[in-house]
């Protein structure tokens, strides 16, 4: 079972900064995509940023500027360094992988995994 630990959420003030981590692990032979995406209430889930394991990197139009997405591969982790947050940046984040199974028998297989979830709190 692949496993997706956050960490690094918390209460900022307007303006500061947070570092998230997510760690993937378990049977895990490569992974496709790492990301981060968000939902508020009332609202459809967001991506927010993600990264491929060649490096290339999109971001929504509401964090551009002020997010980075990187990523240390050989640890299955992704980090999402916020910058600049605003009040609006409070919400729940998930982090994503798709990974790539082992799967020797039956063929290799890519699935889609989620993290619990980590608040960020953004006060003004």
């Known amino acids: 079972q692949v496993q997706l630990v956050e960490s690094g959420g918390g209460l900022v003030q307007a303006g500061g900064s947070l570092r998230l981590s997510c760690a993937a692990s378990?049977?895990?032979?490569?992974?496709?995509?790492m990301g981060w995406y968000r939902q508020a209430p009332g609202k459809q889930r967001e991506l927010v940023a993600r990264?491929?394991?060649?490096?290339?990197?999109n971001y929504a139009d509401s964090v551009k500027g002020r997010f980075t997405i990187s990523a240390d591969n050989a640890r299955n982790t992704v980090y999402l360094q916020m910058n600049n947050l605003k009040p609006e940046d409070t919400v729940i984040y998930y982090c994503?992988?798709?990974?790539?199974?082992?799967?020797?028998?039956?063929?290799?297989?890519?699935?889609?995994?989620w993290g619990q979830g980590v608040q960020v709190t953004v006060s003004s």
């Open positions: 994503y992988a798709n990974v790539r199974l082992r799967k020797p028998f039956s063929g290799d297989v890519d699935y889609n995994y």
């Open positions: 990264i491929t394991s060649g490096g290339s990197t």
């Open positions: 378990g049977s895990i032979f490569s992974i496709n995509v």
